[in-house]
C-alpha cells in the first residue's frame, strides 16, 4: 500500500474507539458532564453548610469573576452566566487532562484513587494561582479593582476538587464503557441544571443571619454584611426597629428583607415597612455650553484699523455632548463658533473643537485618542480658571495650539493621586486635519494639591519643516484655596533656524496672576501681567487684541466680575500693552483696549 493511502487510512481521533470501546467524543463529554455537575453540587452544599449561601449566591460568585462585585447583587441572568462559566472551566480541565491522558502511560496505568484527587490537586493549583489572580488582572483594566494573588479559594475546596473534580474526570475518561452510560450522565446533567435552576430562584434572597450582641438583635440578608459586622462590629447602614424582638430587644436589619425573613422565622406579627423605590439612573450623556463676548473700546493702538474702534462681538460660543459608555470609556464632542477678531466682518464660523474618547485602564491611567486638549497649558488654564476673560500666556502668545490631534497617555504614579504625569504624541496641527510628516510631543510632571501648592514641570518638542524645529520649556507654580488663586509661569522657547542656516532664536516669557474670589461667591477681582522679554513675531496675528512683532512687552490684565448667577457673569476689565525699545525701528504705540465681558454658561 502507498504511503499516501496509508494516511487516509488513519481513522479520526474523535471517532476511533478506545480500549475500553468509547470514543474520544464520548469519554470527554462523560468526564466533563460528571465533573461539572458533581462539582457545582459539592461546593453549594459546603457554602449552604459554612455560610448559608444559597446555590443562587455560589453561582453568581463564579459570575463575579469577570463581572466584579456587582454580580453579587444581580439576578438569575447573572447566576445563569456562572453556571456557563463553570461548565466551560470544567471541559477545559477535562480536555487538558483527555490530552495528557493520551501522552503519559502513567496516567492510563495508575489506580484511580491516586490519579483522579491527584489531577483535583493540579486543577485547584491552576486556578487559585493561576487562572483567578489573572482574571483579576484583567477585571482591574475595566473595574479599576486591584490585582490579587493568590486567589480566594479555600482549602475545602481542594478536597472538593480531590474528589469531585479530579476523580470524576479521570474515571469518565479512563473507565466509560457504553452509550447507554453516556446518555445517563446527559440525562442527569440537564435534571441537575434543572433542579439547580429550580432551587437558586426559589432560594434567591433567602439568606438569614441573626447575631445578637449588646442586648440587640441584628440580622442580615447580605452574607458580607454579616460577616464584616462579625469582624469588626460595624453594623453600616441598617434599619432600626425598637422592641421589636420576641422578648421586647430592639431589632436592626441590614435592609427589609432581612427583617420580613427574621419575623416570619420568629412567628412575629410586626410589619415591615418597604424599601424606598430606587434612586433614578443618571443619564449616560450631558449637553453642555457656554457663551463669552465683550463691549469692549480701544482707546488705544499701534494698529491704525484698531484706534478708538469699539463695539460687541461674541468671541467664543461651545456646545458640548459628554457621553459615558461605561465607567471606564468616555467621549466628548465640542463645537466652538467664534467672531472674526481682526475687524474684517463675516459671521461666526463654527468647527469641532473637541472630538476624542478616553479609556480608564489599570487602576486610574487613561489614554485619550482624538482632537484634545494639549499638555502645554491645561492645567495652568485650569489654575487660572479665567479662559473668558483672556487665555493663558503659551495660548495667547501663539508658542503653542490650545489643541491637537493624537495620543495622551495620563495617570497618577501614587496612591493619593498628588503627583501626575502625562505623555502626548500629536500632529500638530490643532483642530486641523493633518497635512505633513511632521509630529509634536508634549510631557508634564506635576505636584498637585487642592487647596494648597501645585508645581508643574512641561517639555514639548515640535518638528517642522525644513528643520526649524521647536522646543518649549515651563515651569508652573500654582497655589489654590477657596477665596484665592495665585500662579508663577515662567516659558522658555528655542527656535531652530530654517536649513539650519543661522543661529537659534531663544524666547522667554514671564506670567504672573492673582484671583480673590470674596465671600458667597459674588464678586471675583483679579490681576495678571506678563513679560515677553522679546519679540513676538507670532503674535501680529492675534485675535482681538494684536501685538506689534518688532518690540519686547509687558502685557497687564486687570478687572473685577459679579456673578449674578452661578453660571451667568458680567464685569469690567481692561488689557494694556506696554512695548519696550525694538532692537531697530520706531518704538510701537501702546495697546490699551477697555471692556465690559459677560459670560454664562449651562
Known sequence: MRARDKLRSVPDASTTPRPNGVTAGQAILTGWLLCGVLDISAACVQSWIQAGRTPDAVLRGVASAIWGSAALKAGAGMAAIGLVMHFTVALTATLVFYALWRRIALLRTAPLWIVGPLYGVVVFCAMNYGTLPAMTWVRSLYLHTPPRWPGNMSWPQLLIHMIFVGTPIVWGVRRARTGRLLRAGVAGSVVACFLLSATSASAQGMYLKEIEKDGRIYVFNIQANAERFEKTGEMGAGITMPGTGPKGETVVG????????????????????????????????????????????????????????????????????????????????????????????????????????????????????????????????????????????????????????????????????????????????????????????????????????????????????????RENAQIFVGYRNPKTRLGFTYTFQRREPTNGVGVNTDLDIYSGFGVLDLPRRKLSFYVRVDRFNDPCTDCTQMDYLPIAGNAPFTFTLAGMEYYVLPGFRIGPNIEYVAYSDPASGPKPKNDAVARFTFYWAW
Open 254 to 469: 441590614d435592609n427589609e428583607k432581612a427583617l420580613q425573613l427574621y419575623f416570619f422565622r420568629h412567628n412575629l406579627q410586626v410589619v415591615v415597612p418597604e424599601p424606598p423605590p430606587p434612586a433614578p439612573v443618571a443619564p449616560q450623556w450631558r449637553i453642555s455650553g457656554l457663551v463669552f463676548g465683550d463691549y469692549y473700546g480701544f482707546t488705544s493702538s499701534h494698529l491704525p484699523a484698531f484706534e478708538d474702534q469699539h463695539g460687541m462681538w461674541i468671541r467664543r460660543a461651545y456646545f458640548t455632548y459628554d457621553h459615558t459608555f461605561s465607567p471606564a470609556v468616555t467621549t466628548r464632542l465640542r463645537f466652538e463658533a467664534n467672531s472674526n477678531g481682526k475687524l474684517q466682518g463675516g459671521s461666526a464660523t463654527a468647527y469641532i473643537k473637541d472630538a476624542y474618547a478616553r479609556w480608564t485602564f489599570y487602576g486610574r491611567q487613561q489614554l485619550t485618542m482624538g482632537i484634545q486638549p494639549s499638555l502645554t497649558f491645561e492645567f495652568v488654564e485650569t489654575v487660572w480658571g479665567l479662559r473668558h476673560i483672556e487665555k493663558t500666556p503659551l495660548d495667547l502668545y501663539r508658542t503653542d495650539s490650545s489643541r491637537d490631534t493624537g495620543f495622551t497617555v495620563a495617570g497618577p504614579i501614587n496612591t493619593s493621586g498628588s503627583l501626575r504625569y502625562a505623555y502626548q504624541f500629536g500632529n500638530e496641527s490643532g483642530n486641523n486635519g493633518e497635512t505633513d510628516e511632521f509630529k509634536a510631543q508634549r510631557a508634564i510632571f506635576r505636584f498637585e494639591k487642592n487647596p494648597g501648592i501645585s508645581i508643574e514641570g512641561f517639555w514639548g518638542h515640535f518638528d517642522r519643516a525644513l528643520e526649524a524645529d
